[in-house]
């Protein structure tokens, strides 16, 4: 009945009159002969199976993904092991199991790397993540490409002349391995001179790299650590931590005695742990539980009770996921006493705009010797690192949320933005009903929309510009 096809009509990718029908994927085994960690370029470890050549659906398959340490876990792969393979959708090799009947004596369980295959820093996982990451960012060969990318994109250092294509043919030279290596190149007379000489560049070329490259040798504070790269450190809480320490050696005093004191993966387990919240943590970290058990006869949530008086039943529970038994809970209880987070670390999460998760980060990344190094050589090449601007406090528009939206005639968005947190504003990218203001210039969109929708204020660029002074 093509009446009825047509009245059911079509989704963007297939007819609703249509069920595709997709045969059985062929299966094959073949030997696991190693597994190898391979890094992305934002640092996650992942466990690549080499596999025994074997022939599934007409295709030779040599590699399979095995994703994260607990797929190796759930599985129990081991080297050596006889597995059973697929092809995912006759695409993607895939694992489907061990045949253990053919597991060869003395297989061990796989022992995932705590550390960096590649530039051997420390790979960590937080809280529910199931990847383990490279916290050597900079360093770390694997990531450099996309780390001095963004080393050099227009928010963080914005170096004008030098974009993906020069870093990577730099980069595969061995002239720039850092960003250090950035501004000694612009210093490097014998590799200027053969650069000169190469096609696509000459004097002029040349003589504009170094101009820009040395143009940033005084950077603003926010735009130097942002340009470093750390993991939950973006734009704005860059902004934020350079306002709140003012100078770069204040910053980087707090962050290197925050990295004296990060907190253990057991804390951070028992801090992500439903209901458990910094109050509950304070509560257990006061408490002393005695290592003998007091209540040897009560069920195991009512010794909780008694151990923390004052503890809510949701965090009870929480806690009785995490401990099995008396014991457990005793040593929950020294890992939140001694374990967790410095003072120093807890006052730069408390920082308005921070939180512990960026805090934590910014401590393990100043943990790492590497990347001090890398920090220690770029401020040699460095003239200045520039406080930021604070904020107008007794402006108009402090404190109050602004959107900026549509084509703008005297600035760009970045001016703009820039111009608008001087003045104490927070700039979003999206209207709800916190907006103050929408800024609304040619070419406004579904943002000028929702700032109807929700009674916000609507300016001209001449308005706000009035407004601000």
């Not at 253990?100 to 550390?115: L, Q, Y």
Request: charged content about 25%; overall charge negative; hydrophobic content about 40%.
């Amino acid at each position: 009945r093509l009446d009825w096809q047509k009245r059911l009509g079509f989704v963007a990718r297939s007819p609703r009159w249509a069920v595709a029908h997709k045969f059985p994927a062929q299966q094959a085994t073949t030997v696991l002969e190693a597994i190898d960690i391979q890094v992305g370029r934002t640092g996650s470890l992942t466990p690549v199976a080499r596999l025994h050549p074997v022939t599934v659906g007409g295709v030779v398959v040599r590699n399979a993904t095995l994703h994260n340490e607990d797929e190796i876990a759930r599985l129990d792969v081991r080297i050596g092991d006889t597995v059973m393979l697929q092809r995912a959708g006759d695409v993607i090799p895939q694992i489907l199991g061990v045949v253990s009947e053919k597991r060869p004596k003395g297989a061990k369980p796989f022992d995932f790397p705590d550390h960096c295959p590649v530039c051997g820093s420390e790979a960590v996982r937080e809280g529910d993540e199931v990847k383990r990451r490279c916290t050597g960012g900079l360093v770390c060969e694997a990531q450099i490409i996309e780390r001095l990318k963004h080393f050099v994109s227009r928010r963080a250092f914005d170096i004008e002349g030098l974009g993906e294509k020069q870093l990577i043919a730099f980069h595969g030279r061995g002239w720039i391995k850092e960003p250090a290596d950035i501004f000694r190149l612009a210093r490097d007379t014998e590799r200027l001179d053969i650069l000169r000489e190469e096609d696509g560049y000459g004097e002029t070329s040349v003589a504009n790299l170094v101009s820009g490259i040395d143009a940033r040798r005084t950077i603003a504070l926010d735009r130097f650590l942002f340009g470093l790269g750390i993991r939950d450190i973006g734009e704005q809480t860059s902004l934020v931590l350079a306002r709140a320490y003012e100078t770069w050696a204040a910053l980087k005093a707090a962050c290197l005695q925050a990295a004296r004191g990060i907190p253990s993966e057991a804390w951070t387990c028992l801090s992500e742990t439903h209901a458990i919240s910094p109050r509950v943590l304070a509560l257990m970290a006061e408490a002393r539980p005695p290592s003998d058990d007091p209540w040897p006869d009560a069920p195991l949530d009512q010794k909780i009770a008694l151990a923390f008086p004052g503890m809510a039943a949701p965090a009870r529970r929480g806690l009785a996921e995490l401990a099995s038994d008396w014991p457990a809970v005793v040593e929950w209880a020294r890992v939140a006493r001694e374990q967790g987070p410095s003072e120093i670390l807890n006052q730069i999460a408390g920082v308005s705009g921070v939180g512990p998760v960026a805090a934590r980060e910014l401590a393990r990344f100043f943990h790492e010797p590497h990347n001090l190094a890398v920090i220690a050589a770029l401020e040699a090449e460095l003239t200045e690192i520039e406080p930021v601007e604070r904020p107008v406090q007794d402006s108009p528009v402090s404190g109050r949320t602004v959107v900026f939206t549509g084509s703008l005639e005297r600035f760009t968005r970045d001016e703009a933005k820039a111009r608008a947190e001087s003045l104490g504003a927070k700039v979003s990218g999206s209207v709800s009903k916190k907006t103050d203001y929408v800024v609304a210039g040619p070419g406004a969109g579904s943002k000028l929309k929702d700032a109807e929708k929700h009674g916000v204020t609507v300016l001209t660029e001449d308005a706000w510009l009035a407004l601000i002074g």
